[in-house]
């Protein structure tokens, strides 16, 4: 079959540095990520070195402040870069994207002087982020976590398990949400633990469907010692921060899953216009060219969505409802373009010798990370309808 090569999406950007910073992203996403994402996906391989390379590029800070080796840039342009690093290798997209919702914390609710001594390292000095929340006990119903931090003199002493920490174990920083008083979301505070801090320890990484590459695994303190300094926010703020962080976190997985899509869509268009049957190519046949179509018109949606989210942010306008839309219909979106991809390769759709059975199995992960979609539609609801009546008897 003749090579079909993917067209670059054609982005509305809105300055020169950001079409630069895209052309960038495209240029590593082409060289240094795609060419091993196969094979190092298969072996279960971090490509520790690709987040060296982005962070040395200015790609891993792209969000925040340049004062502190961050990039200046908005939203709208850093999802962006992040689609096409996802598109390249869903394992590099995902991971600089909790890598800035582990920034989060510190460059929104810290102090000038916490800022000053971490933000740099942590935005351009090669550093890798993880972002704690959840635990095995506390998923969705994350304002129910166990671990606590209590107060000895000056600093803080942290006891407890986190799950399903993306970097779990590898990350040089994380940012860990604990219980520091009362039950519920009110109780718990947010602080930066350095990765080599003693009696922390990561489990080994959890066996997955996708994302193989990609650590995911319990965190476990214990008896971990922080000095207040690295507390985030006021006592009692954390769980706010956390939410704070996952609304943007949520616009991250969103492009990451277009980003996805695009590549699955990319993949299909090329066999389809390849594949001989019948003496003519098969996306001659209209059966085809109508999923083909749905294919890029999902994508298209999807894209638009996560964008006019980010614009609402950029602005600084309130954004998590439309940042819940965005994570439930581009993850969906994402499940229902890579199924269908597979469909349009037939048998070869289910082998290894192409890619789009392992991005069907990475698809699936988006729809449950950073809140399932169920969790999403009750956030959607939420701004709609107001909360839910509590039941009383």
């Known amino acids: 079959m003749p090579d079909r090569a993917p067209q670059p999406v054609d982005r509305q950007l809105p300055t ?50 340049s004062g502190y080796g961050g990039g200046d840039q908005p939203y709208e342009v850093y999802l962006q870069v992040l689609e096409e690093l996802a598109a390249a290798r869903l394992t590099v997209g995902l991971g600089v994207s909790v890598h800035s919702l582990s920034c ?102 959890e066996r997955k469907m996708g994302m193989k590459g990609s650590p995911t695994a319990q965190v476990h303190f214990d008896g971990v010692r922080v000095p207040d300094g690295r507390r985030l926010g006021e006592e009692g703020q954390g769980f706010a921060i956390a939410l704070s962080a996952l609304d943007s976190g949520r616009l991250g997985i969103a492009a990451c899953a277009i980003g996805l899509a695009q590549a699955a869509l990319d993949e299909a268009l090329a066999y389809a216009t390849g594949r001989q049957q019948f003496g003519r190519p098969i996306s001659d046949f209209q059966g085809l060219r109508f999923m083909l179509a749905d294919m890029a018109t999902q994508i298209e ?54 890619p789009v059975e392992r991005y069907l199995r990475e698809a699936k992960v988006l729809q449950i990370v950073e809140g399932t979609n169920q969790i999403q539609r009750m956030v959607i609801a939420r701004h709609l309808a107001g909360p839910e009546a509590r039941r009383t008897g």
């Not at 994402?37 to 969000?63: M, N």
């Not at 398990?161 to 990350?171: D, F, L, Q, V």
């Open 16 to 65: 020169d540095e950001a079409r630069d910073l895209i052309s960038l992203a495209r240029d590593l996403a082409r060289r240094e990520v795609a060419p091993k994402a196969a094979e190092e996906e298969d072996a279960g391989r971090f490509p520790r070195e690709v987040f060296t390379l982005l962070s040395r590029s200015g790609l891993l800070g792209l969000p925040y402040d």
């Open 104 to 205: 989060h914390a510190l460059a929104n609710y810290g102090t000038k002087r916490q800022q000053v001594e971490h933000l740099p390292a942590m935005l351009g000095g090669g550093l890798l982020g993880a972002y704690c929340l959840s635990e095995p006990s506390s998923g969705s119903d994350a304002a129910s976590l166990r671990t606590r931090a209590v107060r000895d003199g000056e600093d803080w002493v942290i006891d407890g398990t986190k799950a399903w920490i993306t970097h779990g174990g590898i990350a040089d920083f994380y940012t860990v949400m604990a219980r520091t008083g009362e039950d519920g979301p009110r109780g718990i505070s947010a602080f930066l633990v350095p990765g080599d801090a003693p009696g922390l320890s990561g489990a080994a990484p």
């Open 301 to 354: 949606a999807g894209r638009a969505l996560y964008l006019a989210a980010a614009r609402l942010r950029d602005t600084g306008r309130p954004f998590a409802k439309q940042a819940a839309m965005a994570k439930l219909h581009c993850t969906d979106t994402a499940m229902k373009v890579t199924v269908d991809a597979v469909q349009v390769l037939g048998g070869y759709g289910c082998t290894a010798d192409f």
